[in-house]
């Protein structure tokens, strides 16, 4: 886990902004090996307990987004990766609102 990262999370333990909040985590990346920074994953997952939140887990997502498609503009531009990250966040959604 990046040190700045971990400092983040150190901050909202401290406060305790997450207790009792739910919560979930989007891995974007280009890897294509479908256990990638699992071990990130598991950390994160950890911490996350300590702090009382609350993790929606059907919205913790790896999307690979490979190079190919990210625009000049630095955006997805690949309307499947975006539908993927759409559904993501929706499934957040649901699960604050229940």
Not at 45 to 65: D, K, S
């Amino acid at each position: 886990m990046p040190g700045s990262f971990k400092n983040l999370l150190d901050w909202t333990v401290g406060g305790g902004e997450t207790y009792g909040k739910p919560v979930a985590w989007i891995n974007a990346s280009s890897r294509p090996h479908p256990y990638a920074a699992s071990g990130a994953h598991q950390a994160l997952r950890t911490v996350l307990g300590y702090t009382g939140a609350h993790i929606a887990e059907t919205a913790c997502v790896r999307i690979q987004v490979p190079q190919s498609a990210i625009g000049a503009d630095r955006l997805i531009t690949d309307a499947a990766i975006r539908n993927q990250i759409a559904t993501a966040l929706k499934t957040l959604t649901d699960y604050a609102s229940s």
